[in-house]
């Protein structure tokens, strides 16, 4: 089921439901951001209604089980919530103790994304990287940290490489005109996801290019779009865009590459140490 759509869902469902259940969905469609990290136990307190009922509302509406509905849930609020709202919900949930759980929450999106990755589709994204005719990287808003740092590297490791500037759109598009086959666009986009991201990795896919996206989810518009995608779960639910996990994944592929040639790596690097010791660069 596409958890885009659990809240249309629920609305639906008022229409023809049993008094409990109308109970339910009318608390999940004003308070879905926090039922999200509710527990069906938890939940079954707050609204009244009993846990049972609960877990069989979910399955009717289409769900496996009450933690694929909380999963749909916290999909929504990751998509939906404005920063604002998201402030409002951090407070909410870490108290006084926002450091603690921020940690742990970026301990746990790198456990989840080490568990879920699936090594054929990364053996396939780095071929993809080392054969290209050239690499283009696109990350718009928060991602375009992202897109820099990994553009900084990959730019020592190939001679092929540019980072897509997307401050103004029309520029990115200028940038990308002349993407075609035998060319790969990284891009990298997470909740709340950059239209523009998508609009420039849909020209470059109809241009022929390759495209390889780094998202947080099945869901993403960007996997749905991606030849090959890799996948950095958030588990932090703050305001902050965290970044760890997709971090952790570029480390992973940059450290992959240089190992796939070593002598390239290697030779290239004597030449930057020799510039860097010349010109004072370290302290």
Wanted: with cysteine; proline share 2%.
């Amino acid at each position: 089921m596409n958890t885009k759509n659990v809240l249309e869902r629920i609305e639906a469902k008022l229409a023809h439901c049993s008094k409990g259940q109308k109970k339910i969905g009318e608390y999940l469609l004003a308070n879905y951001a926090e039922a999200a990290f509710m527990t069906a136990a938890k939940l079954s307190e707050t609204v009244g209604i009993s846990e049972s009922t609960i877990v069989r509302y979910a399955t009717d509406l289409g769900f496996d089980g009450y933690p694929s509905l909380q999963a749909a849930l916290k999909y929504a609020a990751r998509s939906k919530l404005t920063s604002v709202e998201r402030i409002k919900l951090t407070k909410s949930r870490f108290g006084k103790d926002g450091f603690t759980k921020s940690v742990n929450g970026d301990i746990e999106s790198i456990k989840k994304t080490a568990q879920s990755l699936n090594r054929k589709d990364f053996d396939n994204f780095i071929e993809k990287i080392a054969a290209a005719q050239r690499i283009y990287i696109v990350g718009a808003r928060s991602s375009a940290s992202l897109a820099v740092f990994l553009n900084f590297y990959l730019s020592i490791l190939y001679d092929n490489v540019t980072v897509v500037h997307t401050v103004i759109g029309s520029e990115a598009f200028d940038q990308m005109f002349r993407v075609k086959e035998g060319d790969v666009v990284i891009g990298l986009t997470f909740p709340r996801y950059s239209k523009l991201t998508i609009d420039v990795l849909e020209f470059a896919k109809k241009a022929g290019a390759a495209v390889l996206g780094i998202t947080d989810s099945v869901h993403s518009p960007l996997a749905k779009l991606a030849d090959i995608t890799l996948f950095a779960p958030n588990e932090n639910e703050t305001f902050v865009d965290s970044l760890t996990a997709p971090l952790a994944l570029i480390n992973a592929i940059l450290t992959e590459l240089a190992a796939r040639n070593p002598e390239n790596t290697a030779s290239r690097f004597e030449i930057l140490e020799r510039i860097w010791a010349e010109n004072d660069v370290y302290n």
